[in-house]
């Protein structure tokens, strides 16, 4: 596609609840990455595929998320008995190349998450 | 892991006019890249400018420009002949050349007012 498309642009759940956010990069891009951006700060880091493979999983908070690319292109992550505390907006970002560069990173406009 | 600090949350310029936007980060290695990106309301993040640390001409684009200071490892940028259009949050962001922490690393941002 043209840009990176995250799906749904907006999910409201009930605590306790399990949601999958998705997210399309740009095709042809081996990097991808998910971001989560609280209210008032920056991203900050989940996780990073490249390829098919998560190659730094460092900065998912807990077990209850989880990310997957199955094909090496589209990216689910995943977050179990969801709380209050993970609203926010979830970010996703695709690169060209998997090794680390000066190249920029291109995001979707984010999947704003809301559990009440 | 690298911080990187915004100690701005809020700056307004008035139209037309010239303002500096800081960011200082903190890191041990002696190869890196630097970026500054936009949010605006749309929550899609934009990239305005981005500088590699082994280079010392500071990167201009158009009206934005970075003043690079290695030594005191700060990254401020200068948007001359402010426009409407330039209001948004910027986010300084900090990239590893290492595969571990290839990731982004991105400030708490500052939020632009530009005024008519």
């Known amino acids: 596609g043209a840009g990176v498309s995250q799906t749904p642009s907006n999910k409201v759940t009930e605590k306790g609840k399990y949601v999958e956010l998705r997210c399309d990069p740009i095709s042809g891009h081996t990097a991808l990455y998910w971001y989560r951006q609280s209210l008032g700060q920056g991203p900050e880091f989940l996780i990073y595929f490249q390829g098919t493979g998560a190659a730094d999983d460092s900065g998912l908070p807990n077990d209850r998320f989880f990310a997957v690319r199955p094909e090496g292109s589209v990216s689910t992550l995943k977050i179990q008995r969801t709380e209050r505390g993970d609203s926010a907006v979830y970010l996703c970002?695709?690169?060209?190349?998997?090794?680390?560069?000066?190249?920029?990173?291109?995001f979707g406009q984010g999947t704003r998450l809301t559990v009440v | 892991a690298q911080t990187v600090t915004q100690s701005q949350p809020e700056m307004s310029v008035q139209e037309a006019e010239t303002v500096t936007l800081s960011c200082t980060y903190d890191?041990?290695?002696?190869?890196?890249?630097l970026f500054w990106y936009k949010q605006p309301p749309s929550r899609q993040m934009i990239l305005v400018i981005r500088q590699e640390a082994y280079k010392q001409q500071n990167a201009t684009e158009n009206r934005f420009s970075v003043n690079f200071q290695k030594a005191a490892k700060s990254f401020s940028l200068k948007i001359s002949d402010s426009q409407l259009g330039d209001a948004a949050m910027y986010f300084c962001a900090y990239r590893s050349p290492m595969i571990t922490g290839n990731q982004f690393y991105f400030g708490t941002g500052t939020s632009l007012t530009v005024i008519p």
């Open positions: 890191t041990s290695e002696s190869d890196y890249y």
């Open positions: 970002a695709s690169s060209l190349l998997s090794r680390p560069t000066g190249e920029e990173a291109f």
